[in-house]
């Protein structure tokens, strides 16, 4: 029996500011058939729907083929999916808030399962390194010009 109110073998969180309103960083977020634009470990992403909670999407990181469900879905607020790989569990948060001008986005991501227990300190420096990638390049595209969008 799983229980829910352990914490996971790895959870990473980040936070960026940028200079860009919450609806423009949403909609860079939500494209997700575009995350190859600006995240070079994602190969490609497919949305088998709207973006909406329990939406499935296919999508490959690192070579890795994942398969994950829309989980929440608060426009300009928050965003995540969890889904498994590998006979992991993961999970992945983003939270947005407008700050100065800008937008604050915080990220969590979040990896369980038995063998994620046994090579957690490898899986930390993965997943951290993850999600600075993510970071900076949903920074870098929100605040792009309209033309290099």
């Known amino acids: 029996m799983e229980r829910s109110d352990r ?5 990473v969180e980040g936070e960026v500011w940028i200079g860009a309103p919450p ?13 190859n634009r600006w995240h070079r470990g994602i190969s490609f992403a497919q949305l088998r729907g709207s973006v909406e909670r ?30 498994r790989a590998f006979g992991a ?13 800008g937008t604050r ?6 990896v369980d399962g038995f063998m994620v227990w046994v090579i957690r300190r490898s899986v930390r420096k993965t997943v951290d390194r ?3 990638e993510w970071l900076h390049g949903l920074k870098a595209r929100a605040e ?3 033309e290099d969008r």
């Open 105 to 110: 986005v915080r990220g969590t991501e979040s």
């Open 144 to 146: 792009a010009p309209k």
């Open 23 to 35: 609806s423009r960083v949403w909609e860079v977020l939500t494209d997700l058939e575009r995350w």
């Open 54 to 83: 329990g939406t499935i999407f296919h999508w490959r990181k690192d070579g890795m083929h994942v398969v994950s469900a829309l989980d929440p879905v608060e426009p300009e607020r928050t965003f995540g999916w969890h889904g």
């Open 7 to 11: 914490k996971p073998a790895v959870q």
């Open 130 to 132: 993850s999600l600075a």
């Open 89 to 101: 569990r993961l999970r992945h948060l983003w939270t947005l808030e407008p700050s100065q001008g």
